[in-house]
């Protein structure tokens, strides 16, 4: 029997996300997911009048590929899809998962060609600046394990979250967007977090269902060298297939002086990639209202409900701070009463306290109100 609720997630993301047009090309890559999903794509492509395109991924076959070819492999390989992306006016990346940890053995040196060869020519230059995108995961039974959850509950929980009305939170979202545009100084604090910053001049950019599901954040960057004070992380984190627990930044001046935790060693090899993944590219706060806990996974961890991000690495263009780096590592901290809670500061004035909005044009952000 077919699940309704594929139909549903289905034209989100063909209206909604991508906003398809007669005769537009949209590339569907689908990486462990059922065809169910799959079809209900085309057919409501084909009902918008697009032209669907398919490629079906294994996690698992993207493994062995990425661990046994040579340098030239990945360039050609890189070649052949961004040739295609090209042809491409949208874009749809749904990302099933096994195994969250299918990447943790593969060597760096291949990871790097990957990144350089593949993701950086095909992604990074093609399809996020030139196609109407989106991308999201789907559910399985590690993810719900992940999230401490039954499957039936999860996948209850995700379509909840992903068929949420997007389009009415992409309005309430403007005002926050104004704000921290018209905004200089930031002041964060919690559990062992102060945090000063400034965000003077950078565009802020609101972020309602058009290139992630779920969604639910506002984001921005911090002037380079303006970062001074410490946090401490309360969400664990993965990078490149492993998870990281505990993670203290001290920074001075913008740059990361001191890093510690769980896996302090290879923190900070990561952290020594190259010179811009000491300082931070990127600065949001999270509202999702039906997402409230860590799961272990950025696309639903960076949009709990009174979370806020601060990312280590690669600046978006779109709020261009002007750091550079191969890294860009999303680290969240809860401010909810449950995780010590924390308040935030927009020159001066108390913008969010305890995870929730303070002023009376932020509060239709409050979970209750978008629920």
Not at 53 to 76: C, D, I, M, Y
Not at 166 to 176: A, D, F, I, P, T
Request: hydrophobic fraction near 35%; glycine fraction near 8%; proline fraction near 5%.
């Amino acid at each position: 029997m077919k699940d309704p609720r594929h139909q549903q997630l289905a034209q989100v993301l063909i209206n909604h996300s991508t906003r398809l047009q007669k005769g537009e090309r949209i590339l569907i890559e689908a990486i462990d997911v059922p065809h169910d999903l799959v079809v209900e794509l085309i057919r409501q492509a084909r009902d918008g009048g697009g032209v669907p395109f398919v490629t079906l991924k294994s996690n698992e076959v993207s493994r062995a590929l990425v661990s046994a070819l040579p340098e030239q492999g990945f360039k050609s390989w890189g070649q052949f899809e961004a040739a295609r992306m090209q042809e491409m006016d949208a874009y749809i990346g749904i990302r099933g998962s096994h195994n969250i940890a299918e990447m943790s053995d593969v060597s760096s040196s291949q990871l790097g060609f990957y990144k350089s060869h593949f993701l950086k020519p095909v992604h990074f230059d093609i399809r996020v600046p030139k196609t109407k995108w989106v991308v999201l995961r789907y559910p399985t039974s590690s993810m719900a394990q992940q999230a401490g959850m039954s499957t039936e509950a999860f996948e209850d929980f995700y379509f909840r979250v992903c068929t949420l009305d997007y389009g009415k939170m992409s309005e309430r979202m403007q005002v926050l967007q104004k704000r921290m545009q018209a905004a200089d100084h930031v002041k964060i604090t919690g559990q062992n977090t102060h945090l000063e910053f400034s965000i003077k001049d950078i565009p802020a950019i609101p972020c309602g269902g058009e290139h992630n599901i779920p969604d639910g954040e506002c984001f921005t960057a911090p002037v380079r060298d303006s970062v001074n004070g410490y946090i401490q992380y309360n969400a664990a984190t993965i990078y490149e297939g492993v998870a990281f627990n505990n993670i203290r930044l001290e920074f001075e001046n913008g740059k990361v002086i001191n890093a510690t935790g769980d896996k302090t060693e290879r923190l900070n090899e990561i952290l020594d990639t190259d010179e811009g993944a000491r300082y931070v590219g990127e600065f949001a706060i999270g509202f999702n209202p039906h997402i409230t806990t860590p799961m272990l996974d950025i696309l639903f961890d960076e949009k709990i409900a009174g979370s806020f991000h601060f990312t280590p690495g690669q600046a978006y263009e779109l709020a261009d701070n002007g750091n550079r780096s191969k890294v860009h590592w999303d680290m969240v901290m809860l401010q909810t009463p449950e995780y010590g809670g924390g308040e935030i500061y927009f020159d001066g004035e108390l913008i969010r306290k305890d995870g929730m909005f303070v002023p009376e044009d932020l509060q239709p952000l409050n979970p209750k109100n978008l629920i």
